[in-house]
């Protein structure tokens, strides 16, 4: 796990490396950054669809928005925390 940090000492991104884990221990990295940190914006870098699917599944249902590329086969996915999902801008 990969933490990056702007020059304010606030963590803005966490990086995970799930190519040689399985789906259980991608989803328990997620589960203990977001339990041990204030961080929104997730990184994860795997290399099967199913614990590509895993993770975009768990993401949903923790509030998050999921950005994704492919490249050969590695997926990098990104996670981005909805500020707030009941938001509704009204006339």
């Known amino acids: 796990?990969?933490?990056?940090?702007?020059?304010?000492?606030?963590v803005g991104l966490i990086s995970i490396d799930g190519t040689k884990r399985g789906?259980?221990?991608v989803?328990?990295?997620?589960?203990?950054a977001l339990r041990d940190s204030q961080i929104e914006v997730?990184?994860?870098?795997?290399?099967d669809v199913l614990t590509r699917h895993d993770v975009y599944e768990w993401a949903k249902r923790k509030?998050?928005?999921?950005?994704?590329?492919?490249k050969d086969?590695?997926?990098?996915?990104?996670?981005?925390?909805?500020?707030?999902?009941?938001?509704?801008v009204s006339n």
């Open 1 to 10: 796990m990969v933490f990056s940090s702007s020059n304010h000492g606030v």
């Open 23 to 25: 789906c259980t221990g």
């Open 27 to 32: 989803i328990a990295q997620l589960e203990k």
């Open 42 to 47: 997730f990184q994860v870098i795997v290399s």
């Open 63 to 70: 509030g998050f928005s999921v950005y994704e590329t492919k």
């Open 73 to 88: 086969d590695v997926y990098l996915i990104k996670l981005v925390k909805i500020a707030n999902p009941n938001f509704t």
